[in-house]
């Protein structure tokens, strides 16, 4: 068995413990010359027969392998040892082949790269917000050939971080090579000689100083050459310990709102006029999706009233001076509802541009001119609100709402409007304009929904579970038999919280509740697993979920509680007393009614806590069991013209 090990950067303490555990435990030991520290052959036993590869060819170091192989009957134990990282330089693919042509087994342990250990040395970080967030690793091209289209030039163009091995000696070229790329003569650089050696030296320099600080220190080999914007001061701090940002093991506290920015003294005086209409509209609109989120309170200091950590704030700030426009979207564009340019629309245009990332995700973006005429919806008109209130701060300046979007101003059904309104869930918002095409063209629109849809409409579920509807091209929407969608004209919109192979616009209902039973001092990970297989087996939507329900015998099971934290859902635990009066027909276990007292504990929560009936029966995913019940809601209709 032949162990590829990284040997670190240098000092011997960089080694990883399983490549200092191989090496211990090694027979026979090859080693790259002068470039591993002499202090970590010292890990290897006295038994262990050294090897210096240094001077040895491929053919010479594969000898000695399968010689050792042979003569072991194959149960010696090989480490073939590279300084760094075996992956990066370190030619052992080439070697692999060999072995494999020879059917000697083989593994990879890891190092830490020099290339780590400059960032170290210069108490940097390579991934800085709003600086850098690539890091290119190359070497200029010498004896050894580089790709055309890996030329250093080419790369250079780039501009992102860039780390050069193996290039000293050319380091003339490597100059002229990020000059010519597009890197300045001023942009910052950094030679790291002997990282983590004893003889390390680390100097700052700028790219068009390379040649000269090589040559007044000495430097003509083993060294690195380093560029990038993330060696200067400024910088950006990031999101990932902002307790505003959201992680996956962490919720932030989003702050909503509607952020307003203005770039001269009349565009001021109209945003706050915006603010305050804003404010008394929302006192008398808590209902409105637009306006529901927003939590400003009027009686605040004016100092509150213009800060945006307030959540649900509606604030105002001047644009220019210390305040640049890239910086006030990009602060904002993530966490508020509503972006308000009080400006030219061409402004907001290539400000928000570079934030643009889904019409399912993106914030409302609005331009008004300082006079207040036009008020002009530019992003996320229906799903982010934009168009509602645009009409809302026309309202509030006398201007007009320029609304653009094809089914508004042809008078139209807008499913996505449609959709945010009753709360449900756009699964491929790739398919609105599928759906809305048709509608422009006259077209009918089918909908199959797990709920009844509009009041007045039949209760009785059908056989198959799905209420059918058509939507006429004159926004009418009728009941409708499995006869009508055999030969569908249309587009289909399918509501249900289980996904389907058919072709349509999928949305989910947020109907579901969640029964749980798992296995004691079960831990988060295991319960989240077993969860996504759950998910992956039965096709269920995770945006249907609304709550999860156990017994109470859980209710200190910190795995469980941790799960629905993380996955943002309410729980709640019954007595085994009220599951047990539950009427039904429930799947039943014996060791589970021993244990808990109940014979199903995820059904018959599920159904307790959703007050409905049961939709997915019990489903063993490892050890936690999950069911799902469905509350029987009704879905308003409103033609959204």
């Not at 306006?291 to 700030?317: H, K, W």
Request: include cysteine; charge should be negative; proline fraction near 3%.
């Amino acid at each position: 068995m032949v162990h590829f090990v990284g040997a670190g950067p240098g000092a011997a303490d960089l080694i990883t413990l399983r490549g200092a555990g191989l090496l211990e435990e090694a027979d026979l030991v090859i080693y790259a010359g002068s470039l591993v520290d002499p202090a970590i052959l010292g890990l290897c036993s006295k038994k262990a027969a050294l090897y210096d590869s240094a001077e040895l060819s491929l053919s010479e170091v594969t000898a000695i392998i399968r010689e050792a192989e042979e003569k072991s009957g194959g149960s010696v134990s090989i480490v073939r040892l590279h300084s760094g990282d075996p992956s990066l330089y370190g030619a052992i693919r080439e070697q692999i082949d060999e072995l494999k042509r020879l059917g000697i087994t083989f593994d990879i342990t890891p190092g830490v790269s020099s290339f780590n250990a400059a960032a170290a040395a210069l108490e940097s970080e390579y991934t800085v917000a709003g600086l850098s967030q690539s890091v290119i690793i190359t070497r200029m091209e010498g004896r050894t050939a580089v790709p055309q289209k890996e030329s250093l030039k080419k790369l250079a163009s780039h501009g992102s971080t860039m780390v050069i091995f193996l290039s000293m000696g050319l380091v003339r070229q490597v100059q002229e090579a990020l000059i010519e790329g597009g890197y300045g003569e001023d942009a910052p650089a950094a030679i790291v000689y002997k990282v983590t050696r004893k003889e390390e030296r680390v100097i700052r320099c700028r790219v068009g100083e390379l040649v000269k600080t090589a040559s007044d220190n000495g430097i003509r080999n083993t060294a690195l050459m380093i560029t990038g914007d993330f060696l200067g001061d400024k910088y950006e701090k990031s999101r990932l310990y902002d307790g505003d940002f959201t992680t996956g093991f962490r919720k932030g506290k989003k702050k909503g709102g509607i952020s307003i920015i203005a770039f001269t003294d009349k565009g001021e005086a109209e945003a706050e006029l915006i603010r305050e209409g804003l404010l008394r509209e929302r006192e008398g609109s808590r209902s409105d999706p637009v306006m529901r989120n927003l939590q400003a309170d009027s009686a605040r200091s004016a100092e509150e009233r213009n800060s945006t950590e307030a959540e649900g704030s509606i604030s105002v700030v001047r644009g220019g001076g210390d305040l640049s426009v890239d910086k006030w979207v990009r602060d904002n564009f993530y966490d508020a509802e509503a972006l308000v340019f009080v400006a030219a629309a061409g402004i907001a245009v290539r400000a928000a541009a570079p934030y643009i990332r889904s019409k399912a995700c993106d914030p409302a973006v609005i331009a008004v001119d300082e006079r207040g005429e036009n008020v002009i919806p530019l992003l996320s008109g229906h799903l982010g609100g934009a168009n509602a209130l645009a009409e809302k701060i026309a309202g509030i300046t006398g201007g007009r709402a320029v609304i653009t979007t094809a089914t508004d101003i042809n008078g139209c059904f807008a499913v996505d409007e449609w959709a945010k309104r009753q709360g449900l869930g756009i699964i491929n918002p790739e398919m609105i304009k599928t759906v809305s095409s048709a509608v422009l063209k006259g077209e009918r629109i089918f909908f199959e929904s797990i709920c009844p849809i509009g009041e007045g409409m039949e209760d009785e579920r059908p056989a198959d579970g799905l209420f059918r509807y058509v939507l006429s091209a004159e926004g009418e929407l009728c009941t409708a038999g499995e006869e009508a969608f055999k030969g569908m004209d249309g587009p289909l919109v399918r509501i249900g919280v289980i996904d389907t192979e058919k072709p349509c616009l999928k949305l989910c209902p947020k109907i579901g509740y969640l029964g749980i039973g798992c296995k004691k001092g079960i831990k988060k990970e295991q319960i989240e697993e077993a969860f996504l297989q759950f998910i992956r087996e039965t096709g269920l939507f995770p945006a249907a979920v609304r709550e999860a329900s156990s017994i109470d015998l859980k209710s200190d099971e910190e795995g469980l509680i941790d799960f629905c934290r993380d996955r943002g859902l309410p729980v709640r635990f019954y007595t085994a007393e009220k599951l047990n009066a539950l009427e039904g027909e429930f799947s039943s276990s014996g060791f589970v009614k021993e244990t808990t007292g109940v014979d199903c504990v995820c059904e018959r929560s599920a159904v307790l806590s959703a007050n409905g009936a049961l939709y997915i029966r019990k489903h063993v995913c490892g050890k936690v069991t999950f069911a799902l019940a469905l509350s029987g809601e009704r879905i308003l209709w409103e033609n959204c013209l």
